[in-house]
């Protein structure tokens, strides 16, 4: 169940033997290592220096450690980068970005995928036999730093294959961009550009296409690194660390070529990264944000089509964020049980020891700096090394009685025409999702398109674009569906749709917009009716033929029911969505149990797991006896019980 990220060629040989060995003596099974070693590996082009990794994973092996390697394409060396300049990425302003940190490369360059294939098929055919080995990681957080998209000369060859593929002719592609707009009419492939240091505004069409086209790159460059390591290395299975809070790009679709997902976890850092008001940063700045760590976990639980791993987990100060707090004593450990509870395998901490070196000197490891000397967070993984015992078997992790549909078009689609500059795909989904969870409920992410038949409650956040086959989807679902603001806003060309929003679920909803307005920061409308609360952000204005539950103070509706399908015409303020999602998960005969904002359950088979992550102490509920933890929750631990 626990990991340990490892660089063995950050430290004098002598001391690898100790350092397996006081890994297994910490509860830790398995060790991901490799992913930034290509100086290492390949000093120059052709000369290889494999023999310290060859020991090193002998050494790890035979402390009885099972090893996850990773390609080491996330950093291309210097001399590869000489040598092909054509690899690097160009920033939005037209800029390169070069060598001295990692991820200088574009996903377009076909030197780029020609000498990843090269490197990965020689590790692969040299590592993928090894006893020791049971597993792969693929490069190392696609996306990371900004990098999936790139603007590159690489960038624009490419876009024009990918867009000649796409639409056969300039007539197509004109027709789907409105590219008469303007004047933006193109006679050739050779005609397009990159839709970036234009005058004003590029074309939204172009931009999503744009998009796409690197999406669908990362999930073909994946693709090619799993094709090769399949082939020499059997029996291993592969996966990809994602990260939190990044929807560039599409992660279902390079998912499918993996076994299972894996994410990394620093939920302190995201607490910054997120767009919390300061009060909640504050709140939460040493312990996060109860839903923060969660939300990824059912997020990726879903990418991983059921089985998920938490590659990296925070487990100190890290040393990236504006401000780096030290986690409240005993996060590490409620971080790594909550992994546990929400379905993860295995939860493998970043990084063993701190490096007193380089760019990460700051960020924590389960070391001191330098030391062979365990630090306040490798202490607590101690204890859930002694802990794991209690729960030595773990039931599998049943479906949910709610589906949160998640779309990362969706993501792109607004950031490209945000219309109000608060709207934000990521933030709507994760303030739905807290309502839920303060509802006590568990919660499946589901990618559009993937059968929604046996949910009580499906609940969809915003799909800018409703295809056919989510449609049909949501047509079939027996459950209570919730929609949210702009679904169906936009056709596959990014063109509003003949019959108006929500498009394709016109019929479905009963409604059509009208007409919609962002609403600045101090302005609100109020809403009531079977729900009350304020509309924030964003409002829309429908014409309906279905029953309005809630209607805001000019009169027009906010809250729409026809059969099984409410439509909520805005995005809600707190206490809104409090009551929509009540309404919604009574209709759906769903219980609920709500919780105080700083708890929250997860339900794994018979086990209920409770967290604190407030300051006051919590009772269990009457006539449960912990498995693990108190029957009064103190803050910043956790609980297991059977129902
Ligand atoms: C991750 C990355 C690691 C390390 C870590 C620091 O994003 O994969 O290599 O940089 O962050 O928190």
């Known amino acids: 169940m626990l990991g340990v990220c490892y660089y063995p060629e950050h430290w004098d040989e002598a001391r690898w033997t100790a350092d397996a060995r006081r890994m297994v003596e910490l509860g830790i099974s398995y060790v991901r290592i490799g992913e930034f070693a290509w100086s290492r590996l390949e000093p120059s082009r052709e000369n290889f220096a494999f023999d310290w990794l060859d020991r090193a994973m002998d050494v790890l ?14 950093t291309p060396p210097k001399w590869l980068v000489d040598e092909c300049p054509d690899i690097v990425p160009y920033d939005q302003e037209g800029r390169q970005r070069g060598f001295g940190s990692r991820r200088h490369y574009t996903f377009s360059s076909q030197t780029w995928w020609r000498e990843s294939a090269r490197i990965v098929e020689i590790i692969a055919k040299r590592y993928g036999r090894h006893p020791g080995l049971v597993g792969w990681q693929t490069d190392n957080e696609y996306g990371c730093h900004d990098t999936t998209l790139s603007w590159g000369p690489e960038d624009l060859k490419s876009f024009k294959r990918w867009l000649r593929l796409r639409y056969q002719s300039t007539d197509q592609l004109n027709e789907a961009w409105g590219a008469v707009f303007w004047s933006m009419e193109l006679q050739s492939f050779d005609d397009v550009r990159l839709p970036n240091l234009t005058v004003t505004e590029a074309n939204p069409a172009t931009r999503l296409d744009f998009w796409r086209f690197h999406s669908d790159q990362i999930a073909a460059y994946d693709k090619m690194q799993c094709d090769i390591i399949r082939k020499h290395s059997p029996a291993r299975w592969i996966t990809h660390n994602f990260m939190g809070f990044v929807s560039d790009f599409d992660h279902f679709k390079v998912a499918d070529n993996l076994d299972l997902a894996s994410w990394d976890s620093y939920p302190i850092g995201f607490v910054e990264k997120f767009p919390f008001s300061e009060e909640e940063r504050a709140r939460w700045a040493e312990t996060s944000h109860p839903d923060i760590a969660a939300y990824h ?7 991983g089509k059921g089985r998920f791993w938490v590659m990296e987990q925070q487990p100190g100060p890290v040393n990236w964020a504006p401000w780096n707090p030290i986690p409240k004593p005993g996060m590490v450990r409620l971080w790594t049980w909550e992994a546990v509870a929400h379905g993860a395998e295995v939860v493998s901490y970043f990084r063993w020891r701190q490096a007193p070196f380089a760019q990460e000197q700051m960020h924590a490891g389960l070391n001191l700096p330098g030391r062979d000397e365990l630090s306040p967070g490798g202490l607590e993984v101690k204890q859930v090394g002694e802990e794991r015992a209690v729960l030595e078997t773990l039931p599998s992790s049943d479906q949910a009685s709610v ?5 990362y078009q969706s993501y792109w689609s607004t950031m490209i025409q945000p219309h109000g500059q608060d709207f934000r795909y990521e933030e709507l989904c994760f303030r739905w999702y807290e309502a839920l969870r303060r509802l006590g409920l568990n919660i499946d992410f589901v990618r559009p398109g993937a059968s929604l038949k046996a949910y009580s409650l499906i609940v969809v956040p915003c799909m800018t674009e409703v295809c056919d086959v989510f449609a049909a989807t949501l047509e079939e679902a027996d459950g209570v569906v919730l929609v949210g603001p702009r679904t169906g806003s ?26 919609v307005a962002s609403l600045r920061p101090n302005l609100q409308k109020r809403v009531d009716g079977q729900v009350s609360g304020a509309a924030v952000r964003w409002v829309e204005q429908i014409e309906t033929s279905s029953a309005v539950l809630a209607r805001f103070e000019d009169g027009h509706p906010a809250l729409t029911e026809k059969e099984n399908v409410l439509y909520l015409a ?3 303020d707190t206490d809104l969505l409090a009551g929509v999602m009540s309404f919604a998960a009574k209709k759906a005969g769903v219980e609920t149990r709500p919780l105080p904002d700083f708890i929250r359950l997860r339900r794994r088979g018979d086990l209920t797991f409770a967290f604190n992550y407030g300051t006051e102490t919590w009772p269990l509920p009457e006539g449960v006896t912990p498995l693990l933890g108190e029957r009064r929750l103190a803050p910043q631990s956790l609980a297991v019980w059977r129902e």
């Not at 092996?61 to 996330?74: C, D, M, N, Q, R």
């Not at 976990?297 to 990418?303: C, G």
């Not at 589906?403 to 779309?407: K, M, N, P, Q, S």
């Open 61 to 74: 092996a035979a402390a009885g450690l099972k090893i996850v390697l990773g390609t080491p394409t996330a």
């Open 297 to 303: 976990h059912d997020l990726y639980r879903a990418v």
């Open 490 to 515: 936009r056709d596959r060309h990014f063109c509003i749709p003949d019959n108006l929003p929500p498009g394709p679920l016109a019929e479905i909803t009963g409604n059509r917009v009208v007409q």
């Open 570 to 572: 805005c995005w809600p």
């Open 403 to 407: 589906a949160l549909v998640f779309d």
